[in-house]
């Protein structure tokens, strides 16, 4: 049986931080090799997204509606994409991205913290031990 290597982030703001396992995909990888970074919040609706300085391809399993927690690569503006709850043109409860974004990994815990984090405030993420 093959075992996928994850990586673990930390993402941290002023008011929390949250990490996230991240799967073993092209844009992880490439994500990975930027990190530490540390960027400034921008906030859509109940998704938090920020510049990564990584520019990637969009892989073929990208996807617009996704899970709350879900932590996204949009290839469209080179940032990571933390959706929490419904954005401006989701339907209904949906977590509804603005255009299909690269998948990269669930967040650990309660996706929700991520409601504490302002627009304009500074982000760092960085590589943790598992």
């Known amino acids: 049986m093959q ?5 673990h ?17 092209p844009t992880a990888q490439a994500l990975a090799k930027a990190l530490p970074l540390a960027s400034t919040a921008h906030t859509w609706g109940e998704e938090v997204y920020f510049d990564t300085g ?9 996807r ?6 879900t932590v996204a690569f949009w290839t ?3 940032a990571l994409a933390l ?7 989701s339907r209904g409860d949906e977590c509804r991205l603005a255009s299909p ?5 669930r967040i650990d815990g309660d996706p929700r913290l991520l409601s504490t984090v302002r627009d304009g405030d500074p ?5 943790v031990d598992a």
């Open 54 to 62: 990584v520019s990637v391809s969009r892989e073929t399993d990208a």
């Open 64 to 69: 617009q509606v996704v899970e709350p927690g």
């Open 101 to 105: 974004c690269n998948v990269l990994g």
């Open 123 to 127: 982000v760092r993420v960085e590589l």
């Open 9 to 25: 982030i930390l993402i941290s703001w002023p008011a929390g931080h949250l990490t996230a396992v991240l799967d073993d995909t």
């Open 76 to 78: 469209d503006g080179d």
């Open 3 to 7: 075992t996928q290597t994850s990586l």
């Open 83 to 89: 959706p929490y709850g419904p954005t401006p043109i």
